[in-house]
């Protein structure tokens, strides 16, 4: 592709617009002026680092349509009254299933209507929950795994409940094993992949049936005493990830493989490169993932592009465009699927930044197309890839000003069209909760959840906040 295909895009609330690194410059509108990207080398925050929320007064869902202005979205808000510990709870994975938007939060897990926020359903849990998959199984079930005990330290993360999302009803629940030979379950990670629910305990992983809790089979430790599941990745696909010769950083390195569900039986295994890990899994269909040289601190980094035989198809470097991995992000230790930067589809992988996104063809490697805000910006995250290689990103508010949805492709400036404006009503609840938050983007409509929650009622935050036409 050559620098024609590069198209410019306007920041939040007006402002420059600026060409992409290495292309030429297109002001189409104000006199262009420098990015206002922070540096991680000139001693500002890098762009993890992101302002924290100022907390604000929470509109209600009325209050919200009666401001509403001409061309903005629709929008309704959750405001969850329920008593939390006077400090941060995490938001858990955020789920899109029967036309409702569920969430597991502190003791509760809760059902809102997509069309209008209201609440269809709500269970209770005995004790907080510590860990949750991506996504649930085709028709609906998942399994949370809860503390042992309701405390903030010296817990355990052993308690194994199946939620019908359909009906909200809790199914069987059991106690994850605990041997004291390296499978102890201080911290786990789990994931969903047709009617299978993987589990990571310590150094060990094991397979359960999502019907009933039976114990399909161990995930068996390849290399032992060198390589140990650490954590696994789910939806069309099963993946785990194993880390091994982890005593010496510039030996060591990331295993993949794929696991049939059923079975367990391995299909494919893929070996990154000594002193390199795997980072983030952006798509299991097409298995996607990112790399990490391990001593670069996440400055050094790839997209990998497998084949159906597990193989490297296609190595793609966006550094030389400015993007960061994963927003900046570098933890490999946590979930592998919580790339919110990264959409994969259509051939294609987008990857946004604070500033900035880019789209690269999966096939050739190539930039097909690329957006850089003037200005201030706290977010690109890309939502779907649409017809003739579009891209449909939400842009993050910022500076009170509300965020929005757009589309673009190659083809230049013409091409950007807002698809969704967001209302100024909501504009700094909807900054405090995207700015480190979760989204989901289902037909026309935006969701978006913050990643935790705070007991004190000075810093109370909504629970969820959606977008429509």
């Known amino acids: 592709m050559t620098a024609a295909v590069f198209v410019l895009v306007l920041a939040v609330g007006g402002g420059a617009y600026l060409g992409w690194p290495g292309g030429p410059e297109r002001p189409a509108g104000p006199v262009a002026k420098e990015s206002t990207r922070p540096s991680r080398t000139a001693g500002t925050p890098s762009p993890s680092a992101k302002p924290s929320p100022t907390p604000s007064e929470i ?73 949750t998959p991506v996504n649930p199984t085709p028709d609906g079930k998942v399994v949370v795994v809860l503390q042992n005990v309701e405390a903030w330290t010296g817990t355990r993360c052993n308690q194994l409940w199946m939620i019908d999302l359909r009906t909200g009803k809790a199914g069987w629940h059991k106690q994850l094993t605990e041997t004291g030979a390296g499978d102890d379950t201080i911290m786990v990670d789990s994931a969903v992949s047709g009617g299978t629910f993987a589990v990571v305990q310590s150094m060990k992983a094991a397979a359960y049936r999502v019907v009933d809790g039976t114990k399909a089979y161990d995930i068996p430790l390849e290399n032992p005493g060198k390589c140990y599941p650490g954590r696994v990745a789910g939806g069309r696909r099963l993946l785990v990830i194993a880390d091994c010769a982890i005593s010496a950083l510039e030996k060591a390195y990331s295993q993949l493989r794929e696991a049939d569900p059923a079975t367990g039986k ?20 097409p298995v996607v993932i990112t790399t990490v040289r391990k001593a670069s601190n996440g400055d050094d980094w790839r997209v990998v592009a497998l084949g159906p035989d597990g193989r490297a198809r296609r190595t793609i470097d966006p550094r030389p465009q400015g993007i960061t991995h994963c927003g900046d992000s570098v933890d490999t230790s946590d979930n592998a699927q919580a790339c919110r930067q990264a959409f994969v589809g259509g051939g294609l992988v987008l990857l946004g930044d604070t500033d900035r996104i880019g789209a690269y063809d999966l096939g050739t490697g190539k930039l097909v197309w690329g957006v850089k805000a003037g200005g201030t910006s ?50 700094r609840v909807e900054f405090g909760m995207g700015v480190v ?17 705070n007991g004190d009622d000075a810093r109370h935050e909504p629970r969820m906040l959606s977008f429509a036409p």
């Open 266 to 285: 391995v299909r494919w295994r893929y070996r990154t490169e000594p002193g390199w890990a795997v980072g983030q899994v952006l798509s299991v269909d």
């Open 59 to 131: 509109p209600t869902t009325e209050e919200i349509a009666q401001r509403r202005r001409s061309g903005e979205a629709g929008a309704w808000i959750v405001d969850d009254r329920t008593d939390l510990p006077r400090r941060n709870i995490p938001t858990e994975d955020l789920w899109i299933f029967g036309g409702a938007a569920v969430q597991a939060v502190y003791k509760k897990v809760a059902a809102h209507r997509l069309s209008d926020g209201a609440e269809l359903w709500s269970l209770a849990l005995p004790t907080p929950v510590c860990e």
């Open 378 to 427: 706290y977010g690109y995250y890309p939502l779907r890839v649409g017809p003739g290689r579009t891209g449909f990103v939400y842009q993050l508010g910022a500076g009170g000003s509300p965020g929005r949805v757009f589309r673009v492709g190659p083809g230049g400036v013409d091409t950007i069209k807002d698809v969704l404006r967001l209302p100024v009503a909501t504009a």
């Open 437 to 453: 938050g979760q989204n989901a983007y289902t037909g026309d409509r935006l969701v978006i959840v913050p990643s935790g929650l």
